[in-house]
T-cell receptor
């Protein structure tokens, strides 16, 4: 079976940095996705990591350690519009995605 | 605008009703997916279609019946649902199933409430 763990909620101040951790256990591994989902809206793709290391995309970065079954999403210079749920999803050998329950990030002024 | 459109956005139905959810993608993708999203729970994969052929039925009860007439359209037919089926139903598409690194593009979902 698949097991994806991420924190339920996080709160941070506008302009700050927040790191959302995700640990995974899957039958085979073909990469790790992060999605952002605003309330009442579609999840939207943020990043994909398949090799170890840090991928940077503007204010958002994602890190992967395959040996540790661990990833994080780093949100820098937080803005109010970053308040959303962030979903971690691991791709297994059959390329199916297993999702975590999501981390709700609240950005306060 | 994600390129994946779901209708209706909201649906309230009784347990004896029959209704259908519709999904249409304008991205030229060949794989389409149905997911169920319940509060505080991970997205649950229900069905996968790749080039119009069903490749996954994740032990979904028969009261949910998918249909994929072509690569751009996906339906979920509902009948005799239970209160625990109340959830957000998300449709997604990707270039094709079985290729690594291809992100799935999601619609806004249908919020389903069973009375």
């Amino acid at each position: 079976g698949q097991n994806i763990d991420q924190p339920t909620e996080m709160t941070a101040t506008e302009g700050a940095i927040v790191q959302i951790n995700c640990t995974y256990q899957t039958s085979g591994f073909n990469g790790l996705f992060w999605y952002q989902q605003h309330a009442g809206e579609a999840p939207t793709f943020l990043s994909y990591n398949v090799l170890d290391g840090l991928e940077e995309k503007g204010r958002f970065s994602s890190f992967l350690s395959r040996s540790k079954g661990y990833s994080y999403l780093l949100l820098k210079e937080l803005q109010m519009k970053d308040s959303a749920s962030y979903l971690c999803a691991a791709s297994s050998n059959d390329y199916k995605l297993s999702f975590g329950a999501g981390t709700t990030v609240t950005v306060r002024a | 605008e994600t390129g994946v459109t779901q209708t209706p956005r909201h649906l309230v139905m009784g347990m004896t009703n029959k209704k259908s959810l519709k999904c249409e993608q304008h991205l030229g993708h060949n794989a389409m997916y149905w997911y169920k999203q319940s509060a505080k729970k991970p997205l649950e994969l229900m069905f996968v279609y790749n080039f119009k052929e069903q490749t996954e039925n994740n032990s979904v009860p028969s009261r949910f019946s998918p249909e994929c007439p072509n690569s751009s359209h996906l339906f979920l037919h509902l009948h005799t649902l239970q209160p625990e089926d109340s959830a957000l139903y998300l449709c997604a598409s990707s270039q094709e199933e079985g290729t690594g690194g291809q992100p799935q593009h999601f619609g806004d979902g249908t919020r389903l409430s069973i009375l």
